[in-house]
C-alpha cells in the first residue's frame, strides 16, 4: 500500500537555525498537509496545500513557516529562526481530493530544538 | 474555538472485550474522523463518517454520529492485544482546506 514518507525521522537543530523537513506524498495525491504534536499535547494544524499554494493555515503557520513543492513528488516545511518551542514531531499528510477524504499520515519527523 | 474532546482518556480493557471511546466538539462539521496511533508512529485513518450520516461500520469498529448533541463514538468490538494504541477523533469544519482538528485522544490498553 502507499505510504506517506517523512525524511529524516529525527533532526536536531540548535535554536536559531533553519531547518528543512522533507515529505513525499502518495503520487496521486492533490492534497497535502503538515501538523505538529508538541509532547504530551494534540495534534495541531499547520497548512494544507493544494495546485500549488496554500489552501489553509492555522495561527501557528506565522512568518517562520513555509512550504513548498519544488518538484513533482516532495513536499518541504521550512522553519527560520528556530524556537526552543519549535520542538515537536511534524507529521506530514496527504489525502487524494479534499473533502471527504481521509488524510494519510507519514511516521513523523522529531525536530528537537537546542 | 472548535475542539474534540476524548473520554475516557484511558482505558484498560482485557482481549475479546469491547472498547468505547466518545468524541466531544463544539461547532457544525463537514465531517468527523477517527484515526489511531501506535506509539512512535503516524496516524492511521480508521473511519470517516459524514455530518449527514448517523452510523457506519467498518469491521470491528463501529462509530456513530450526533450532531445535535455534537458528539461520537468510536466501538471496537471483540478487542485484540494488536489494537492497543491511541485513538483520536478529528473534525473537519473547514471551508477549503480541510484542516482536522483532533481531540486529545484516548489510550487503550487490551491485555491479553
Known amino acids: 500500500e502507499p505510504e506517506v514518507t517523512q525524511t529524516p525521522s529525527h533532526q536536531v537543530t540548535q535554536m536559531g537555525q533553519e531547518v528543512i523537513l522533507r515529505c513525499v506524498p502518495i503520487?496521486?495525491?492533490?492534497?497535502f498537509y503538515w501538523y505538529r504534536q508538541i509532547l504530551g499535547q494534540k495534534v495541531e494544524f499547520l497548512v494544507s496545500?493544494?495546485?500549488?499554494?496554500?489552501?489553509?493555515k492555522s495561527e501557528i503557520f506565522d512568518d517562520q513557516f513555509s512550504v513548498e513543492r519544488p518538484d513533482g513528488s516532495n513536499f518541504t516545511l521550512k522553519i527560520r529562526s528556530t524556537k526552543l518551542e519549535d520542538s515537536a514531531m511534524y507529521f506530514c499528510?496527504?489525502?487524494?481530493?479534499?473533502?471527504?477524504?481521509?488524510?494519510?499520515f507519514g511516521d513523523g519527523t522529531r525536530l528537537s530544538i537546542l | 474555538s472548535q475542539q474534540g474532546e476524548e473520554d475516557p482518556q484511558a482505558l484498560s480493557i482485557q482481549e475479546g472485550e469491547n472498547a468505547t471511546m466518545n468524541c466531544s466538539y463544539k461547532t457544525s462539521i463537514n465531517n468527523l474522523q477517527w484515526y489511531r496511533q501506535n506509539s512512535g508512529r503516524g496516524l492511521v485513518h480508521l473511519i470517516l463518517?459524514?455530518?449527514?450520516?448517523r452510523e457506519k461500520h467498518s469491521g470491528r469498529l463501529r462509530v456513530t454520529l450526533d450532531t445535535s448533541k455534537k458528539s461520537s463514538s468510536l466501538l471496537i468490538t471483540a478487542s485484540r492485544a494488536a489494537d492497543t494504541a491511541s485513538y483520536f477523533c478529528a473534525t473537519d469544519a473547514s471551508n477549503a482546506g480541510n484542516m482536522l482538528t483532533f481531540g486529545g485522544g484516548t489510550r487503550l490498553m487490551v491485555k491479553p
Open positions: 499528510a496527504s489525502s487524494p481530493t479534499g473533502r471527504y477524504q481521509p488524510q494519510h
Open positions: 496545500f493544494y495546485n500549488n499554494e496554500i489552501s489553509e
Open positions: 503520487s496521486n495525491h492533490l492534497y
Open positions: 463518517i459524514r455530518s449527514n450520516e
